[in-house]
């Protein structure tokens, strides 16, 4: 936008799209479900998600944490870090 608000158009009367990088935080962790609240809670009786994962689902998502979160099977092909 210019000094008076007004938003800055390209040839074609387009508005310009600014992009900045925005950070946002891990809502999982490797560390495991129990550190993970702020992915668990939304799941919760009245958070935003309630009911949106059947419990299987939610304890499989746990267990996977629980065990380091991996995207591989064969440990031998996980990343090292
Ligand atoms: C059509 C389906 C979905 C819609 C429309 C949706 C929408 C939203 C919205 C609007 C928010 C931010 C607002 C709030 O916290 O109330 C949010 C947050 C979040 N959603 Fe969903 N969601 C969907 C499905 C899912 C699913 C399937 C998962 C997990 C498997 C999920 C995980 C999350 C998490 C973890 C956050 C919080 C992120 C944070 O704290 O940074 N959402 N979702």
Known sequence: MDEEGELILDGEG????????VGVGNSMSV?????SSRFFTLFDTGGAHEGWLTSAELKLLSEWL???AQY???PFAAPVN
């Open 14 to 21: 387009n508005a310009i799209p600014v992009t900045q990088t």
């Open 66 to 68: 629980d065990i380091g």
């Open 31 to 35: 560390n495991g479900a129990r550190s």
């Open 72 to 74: 591989y099977n064969d």
